[in-house]
Nanobody, 125 residues
């Protein structure tokens, strides 16, 4: 079992920055594939960024060049640095981790075994 807790959300103006953190506890493993997903009101949840176990990062086209995913294995913490934020980035952001016995699910959110409770990001124009 893995427990994920997101922090760092808040309200910012367009063009601002936020850094989200996702602290993992329990049966953590450096081989976990982890990702950030978001869900805006009235919309389906979508993938934002994924970090594979080998350190490869993938990004949704909508955030490329603005968001950076990283991981501190010593702290068991996943990060999402968000720069040049836009109002359309407003959403609840979730951290997810995949079962280490599986290939990285990438954007297939239903394949992630563990989820945090989410942290709200609001960007005003």
């Amino acid at each position: 079992q893995v427990h994920l807790v997101e922090t760092g959300g808040g309200s910012v103006q367009a063009g601002g920055s936020l850094k989200l953190s996702c602290a993992a506890s329990g049966d953590t493993s450096e081989t976990y594939c982890m990702g950030w997903f978001r869900q805006a009101p009235g919309k389906e949840r979508e993938g934002v960024a994924v970090r594979e176990s080998d350190g490869t990062n993938k990004y949704a086209d909508s955030v490329k060049g603005r968001f950076t995913i990283s991981k501190d294995n010593a702290k068991n913490t996943l990060y999402l640095q968000m720069n040049s934020l836009k109002p359309e980035d407003t959403a609840m952001y979730f951290c997810a981790a995949a079962d280490p016995s599986l290939f990285c699910p990438m954007w297939a959110e239903t394949e992630y075994a563990y989820w945090g409770q989410g942290t709200q990001v609001t960007v005003s124009s």
